[in-house]
């Protein structure tokens, strides 16, 4: 991994030097350390706090209405701790111990669905460096380029047999060994895990790297949305301000809205 983190480092310091000149941003690296971990800390301790609740109550006695908030508001912190590992990509969750910052990504992502952060640090270093092309793992194989076919291609260059056999024990050591109902694991594990997927794919992917019909206009081959900061975040923690991320690796989610320009 050291390789990969080294190399992601250098093209995210790439962009640090512009970025030192970029008028308005002027937090100090200090305290946007210091922001980043307790960002973190809080979307994961949500979503842990979240799912023990939601997994141990008794569904019979909840109504129906509440189902569906319960299952968007978990799958928003789903699409958070994503977007946590993404940050700890960057090196942005902690940069002044990339170890620790690293640690973060590597839980966030093995929490969301047993994934190997190695791997998909590595797959994310070649999605900047190739973006849109066929060197690019997030893009389309340009014979499924439909939504859906775009996101099954996706999904099948992230999963693997090994992780599937792993998310069914722990579904059974769940559900068998510890007693939960499997419709709260359903509903509140594995639902919100899917739709997340499909939000971070919509959002981060589909719409942002897609190919407008005028063709690209820029090397990071990257549109952004047209959302307020209010919708923007709430769709998908500002993961559609794409093009600008792509701009501004180093930056945190958080801080995109200061650097968006419609
Ligand atoms: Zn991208
Ligand atoms: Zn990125």
């Not at 997994?55 to 209405?65: E, G």
């Not at 509440?66 to 701790?81: E, K, N, R, S, V």
């Not at 910052?101 to 047993?114: P, Q, R």
């Not at 739709?195 to 981060?204: A, H, I, N, P, T």
Request: charged fraction near 15%; hydrophobic fraction near 45%; aromatic fraction near 18%.
């Amino acid at each position: 991994m050291t390789t990969e983190v080294t190399n992601l480092s250098a093209f995210n310091n790439s962009s640090k030097s512009r970025e030192a000149n970029f008028s308005g941003l002027s937090i100090s690296r200090s305290i946007a350390n210091f922001y980043g971990i307790i960002i973190a800390a809080v979307i994961l301790s949500l979503w842990a706090i979240n799912l023990g609740i939601l997994l141990s109550i008794d569904i019979r006695k909840l109504q129906f209405l509440w189902l569906i908030p319960a299952i968007f508001w978990q799958t928003f912190l789903y699409a958070g701790l994503f977007i946590t590992a993404h940050d700890a990509m960057h090196g942005v969750v902690f940069p002044a111990n990339l170890k620790i910052n690293h640690s973060l990504g590597a839980i966030a992502v093995f929490l969301y669905g047993l994934f190997d952060y190695k791997d998909l640090l590595k797959k994310h270093w070649l999605h900047h460096r190739y973006p849109a092309t066929e060197l690019d793992p997030d893009y389309h194989d340009r014979v499924h380029k439909s939504f859906f076919g775009w996101y099954f291609h996706f999904m099948k260059g992230y999963s693997n047999w090994k992780q599937l056999l792993g998310l069914a024990l722990v579904f059974l050591l769940l559900a068998e060994g510890l007693h939960i109902a499997k419709i709260n694991l359903v509903l509140f594990w594995i639902v919100p895990s899917l739709l997340s997927s499909l939000q971070l794919f919509y959002f981060g992917t589909y719409l942002t790297h897609r190919e407008p019909k005028e063709g690209y206009t820029n090397q990071h081959r990257a549109t952004s949305n047209n959302l307020s900061p209010f919708w923007s975040f709430i769709t998908c923690y500002h993961f559609g301000y794409h093009k600008e991320h792509h701009d501004h690796p180093h930056l945190p989610w958080w801080k995109l809205p200061e650097v968006y320009q419609k």
